[in-house]
């Protein structure tokens, strides 16, 4: 796994051919440029397009239940966002369940990969199994859950866990929990899958030493397993953290909402779909997008340049 | 590790464990899904009756049926958005992989740029701009987002497949008297060929996955895609929860997925952690 090797180092091994462009590199540039060009302009369409014409309704009062009243807002939508008191309730939320379910992801699927590593029966059993929950609809496995906690349907409140008749998406704190089980059981085996990938690469013969110089299980896992999957671990919980941001499809399921559970891509929903006002839901748009930016600009800071892409050229 | 030690039997929980986790809320659905209206709320873990009604009504009254069209829909359309994001992601992990040219790192990092974006941000413009041009509401207009947001899946995957491909046999064809064409289709095709399929897997199952476009995008079930049609299932009357119709259809869609995984489990595990960890 190559991590911290900038494109550059690659490009620098092959400047000496591009010493004046000769006319077959002049050919293999532009025929390099067709064949990216349509994936390019695919997703630009959707993505940066989408934006800058999110960013302009966000500056205009424009609600298509009232379509007389629009016109030029300036910055008026986003400090209603901003100065409300849902907003902040939100994007707690968000990052609540982020942080919280991120963290036991980790802390899960390093104990899965582990036990996939080790496995010696079983190997295939254990692999087909963890890629059903990452395979399955994520619709689906909210509904799964909702109906094992829903009082009405589900056999948790007749087990251990819960003696007593509980209505568990009856307020906040339970139904962030049962939100949190819900992205945790979908996306653990996700985790797990890329820190095995980590796990493989390290040599066994670092083992071996470590047990000769007589480090027990938990000094090889610190000093050995730790500081060399760092990189598959930086690269893990980039990935999860900007999708655990997202969370809607359990949200959106479970409790719709409600008890204060919103994420933020549920109140941007409620504000462009449920309420088609396209000019504060545009706001609450680019407030999104914008905290994603931060987010992964903090995580490439913090991890050094150990993100996929950096260290294409092998 | 030996058979009957400590550490073996602390591993082999573990599997177990492991095993049951995942499966489980598959399994309670299925049992969901099979009890009568009556039972539902017994909150048994197994039926006490066990009964197919749930899944028939899905399908009764054929293309009105509250299923049949959008499994339809959910199928072609997850089809059609895998097939053209993997031939326009060949393209460009062929390019990224084989041909040197400025601007290689832009595309690669411009693509996981998208695949970080939030597709929230995206939903009111799109819904506003496809209702504009007449697309909102089709297959077109789910096709367009989801091959987007495949786009940069399929693209990671495929460079990392295509980088394994040794590219020096089509040079040993040409030698060999093959015309380009025969050089490809005999000798480059055939390597390439399970690396596409193993991103088209995934790509599909993406796709297959989505529900914010399908219920921003669609009004109908004209081209609403199952997980939407799920959201919004309504009971027979008022007063009974369409659970069980609920639990049928999820089963349903599930199916496919529990196929791939059967058959396809190396090659899922293969390109879920190519992209991500060799890129």
Same mark, same amino acid.
């Given at each position: 796994?190559?991590?911290?090797?900038?494109?550059?180092?690659?490009?620098? $091994?092959?400047?000496?051919?591009?010493?004046?462009?000769?006319?077959?590199?002049?050919?293999?540039?532009?025929?390099?440029?067709?064949?990216?060009?349509?994936? $390019?302009?695919?997703?630009?369409?959707?993505?940066?397009?989408?934006?800058?014409?999110?960013?302009?309704?966000?500056?205009?009062?424009?609600?298509?239940?009232?379509?007389?009243?629009?016109?030029?807002?300036?910055?008026?939508?986003?400090?209603?966002? =901003?100065?409300?008191?849902?907003?902040?309730?939100?994007?707690?939320?968000?990052?609540?369940?982020?942080?919280?379910?991120?963290?036991?992801?980790?802390?899960?699927?390093?104990?899965?990969?582990?036990?996939?590593?080790?496995?010696?029966?079983?190997?295939?059993?254990?692999?087909?199994?963890?890629?059903?929950?990452?395979?399955?609809?994520?619709?689906?496995?909210?509904?799964?859950?909702?109906?094992?906690?829903?009082?009405?349907?589900?056999?948790?409140?007749?087990?251990?866990?819960?003696?007593?008749?509980?209505?568990?998406?009856?307020?906040?704190?339970?139904?962030?929990?049962?939100?949190?089980?819900?992205?945790?059981?979908?996306?653990?085996?996700?985790?797990?899958?890329?820190?095995?990938?980590?796990?493989?690469?390290?040599?066994?013969? =670092?083992?071996?030493?470590?047990?000769?110089?007589?480090?027990?299980?938990?000094?090889?896992?610190?000093?050995?397993?730790?500081? =060399?999957?760092?990189?598959?671990?930086?690269?893990?919980?980039?990935?999860?953290?900007?999708?655990?941001?997202?969370?809607?499809?359990?949200?959106?399921?479970?409790?719709?909402?409600?008890?204060?559970?919103?994420? $933020?891509?549920?109140?941007?929903?409620?504000?462009?779909?449920?309420?088609?006002?396209?000019?504060?839901?545009?706001?609450?748009?680019? =407030?999104?997008?914008?905290?994603?930016?931060?987010?992964?600009?903090?995580?490439?800071?913090?991890?050094?340049?150990?993100?996929?892409?950096?260290?294409?050229?092998? | 590790?030996?058979?009957?030690?400590?550490?073996?039997?602390?591993?082999?929980?573990?599997?177990?464990?492991?095993?049951?986790? !995942?499966?489980? @809320?598959?399994?309670?659905?299925?049992?969901?899904?099979?009890?009568?209206?009556?039972?539902?709320?017994?909150?048994?873990?197994?039926?006490?009756?066990?009964?197919?009604?749930?899944?028939?009504?899905?399908?009764?009254?054929?293309?009105?049926?509250?299923?049949?069209? @959008?499994?339809?829909?959910?199928?072609?359309?997850?089809?059609?958005?895998?097939?053209?994001?993997?031939?326009?992601?060949?393209?460009?992990?062929?390019?990224?992989?084989?041909?040197?040219?400025?601007?290689?790192?832009?595309?690669?990092?411009?693509?996981?740029?998208?695949?970080?974006?939030?597709?929230?941000?995206?939903?009111? @413009?799109?819904?506003?701009?496809?209702?504009?041009?007449?697309?909102?509401?089709?297959?077109?207009?789910?096709?367009?987002?989801?091959?987007?947001?495949?786009?940069?899946?399929?693209?990671?995957?495929?460079?990392?497949?295509?980088?394994?491909?040794?590219?020096?046999?089509?040079?040993?064809?040409?030698?060999?008297?093959?015309?380009?064409?025969?050089?490809?289709?005999?000798?480059?095709?055939?390597?390439?060929? @399970?690396?596409?399929?193993?991103?088209?897997?995934?790509?599909?199952?993406?796709?297959?996955?989505?529900?914010?476009?399908?219920?921003?995008?669609?009004?109908?079930?004209?081209?609403?895609?199952?997980?939407?049609?799920?959201?919004?299932?309504?009971?027979?009357?008022?007063?009974?929860?369409?659970?069980?119709?609920?639990?049928?259809?999820?089963?349903?869609?599930?199916?496919?997925?529990?196929?791939?995984?059967?058959?396809?489990?190396?090659?899922?595990?293969?390109?879920?952690?190519?992209? !991500?960890?060799?890129?």
């Amino acid at each position: 796994m190559s991590t911290a090797a900038p494109p550059q180092a690659g490009a620098a $091994v092959e400047k000496p051919k591009k010493v004046g462009l000769t006319e077959r590199a002049r050919a293999e540039r532009k025929l390099a440029w067709m064949l990216c060009a349509p994936a $390019v302009l695919v997703m630009l369409l959707v993505t940066a397009y989408p934006i800058l014409y999110a960013i302009v309704l966000s500056l205009q009062k424009k609600d298509l239940r009232f379509p007389d009243e629009s016109g030029f807002a300036g910055l008026d939508n986003y400090i209603t966002v =901003l100065s409300s008191g849902l907003w902040w309730t939100v994007v707690g939320n968000t990052l609540f369940i982020t942080v919280v379910s991120v963290i036991i992801e980790l802390i899960l699927g390093m104990i899965i990969a582990l036990v996939m590593h080790r496995a010696i029966f079983g190997r295939g059993a254990v692999r087909t199994a963890v890629l059903i929950p990452y395979g399955i609809v994520t619709v689906v496995a909210a509904f799964a859950w909702l109906y094992a906690f829903d009082p009405a349907t589900g056999f948790v409140n007749d087990t251990f866990l819960s003696p007593d008749d509980k209505a568990w998406f009856g307020e906040r704190g339970s139904a962030l929990f049962v939100i949190i089980l819900a992205e945790v059981w979908k996306t653990t085996p996700f985790m797990a899958l890329l820190l095995l990938a980590g796990l493989t690469t390290i040599d066994e013969g =670092l083992y071996e030493a470590a047990r000769v110089d007589g480090a027990n299980a938990w000094q090889r896992f610190v000093k050995i397993t730790l500081p =060399l999957m760092k990189p598959a671990i930086a690269v893990a919980l980039l990935f999860r953290t900007l999708d655990a941001f997202r969370v809607f499809d359990s949200i959106f399921i479970m409790t719709r909402g409600a008890q204060d559970t919103q994420s $933020v891509s549920i109140l941007g929903y409620d504000q462009l779909m449920g309420r088609l006002n396209l000019g504060l839901g545009s706001a609450v748009s680019v =407030l999104i997008f914008l905290m994603v930016l931060v987010i992964a600009f903090l995580f490439v800071k913090g991890f050094g340049a150990a993100v996929p892409g950096q260290g294409d050229q092998r | 590790m030996k058979r009957g030690t400590r550490e073996y039997t602390i591993w082999s929980v573990g599997i177990v464990v492991i095993i049951i986790a !995942a499966l489980f @809320p598959v399994f309670w659905l299925l049992m969901i899904s099979l009890k009568t209206p009556a039972t539902v709320g017994d909150k048994r873990l197994v039926p006490k009756e066990w009964t197919f009604d749930n899944y028939e009504a899905l399908f009764k009254g054929g293309f009105d049926s509250p299923l049949l069209q @959008p499994l339809i829909n959910s199928i072609l359309i997850a089809l059609i958005a895998t097939t053209i994001a993997i031939f326009l992601a060949s393209f460009t992990a062929y390019a990224i992989a084989r041909l040197s040219f400025p601007g290689k790192s832009l595309v690669l990092g411009g693509s996981l740029a998208i695949a970080m974006f939030p597709p929230i941000s995206t939903v009111g @413009p799109l819904f506003d701009m496809w209702r504009a041009i007449g697309i909102y509401d089709t297959y077109v207009g789910l096709i367009i987002p989801y091959l987007t947001f495949a786009l940069p899946l399929a693209i990671y995957t495929l460079v990392a497949f295509f980088r394994e491909i040794p590219w020096e046999l089509e040079q040993a064809a040409a030698v060999d008297g093959a015309t380009p064409l025969q050089a490809f289709r005999k000798v480059i095709a055939p390597l390439a060929a @399970p690396g596409m399929f193993t991103a088209a897997i995934l790509v599909f199952i993406f796709c297959w996955n989505d529900f914010l476009f399908a219920i921003t995008l669609t009004s109908s079930n004209e081209s609403r895609t199952v997980p939407a049609a799920i959201a919004f299932f309504t009971g027979e009357s008022q007063f009974t929860a369409p659970t069980g119709n609920i639990a049928a259809a999820a089963i349903l869609v599930t199916i496919p997925i529990i196929l791939f995984v059967l058959f396809f489990q190396r090659r899922i595990v293969a390109g879920l952690t190519a992209g !991500a960890v060799k890129g």
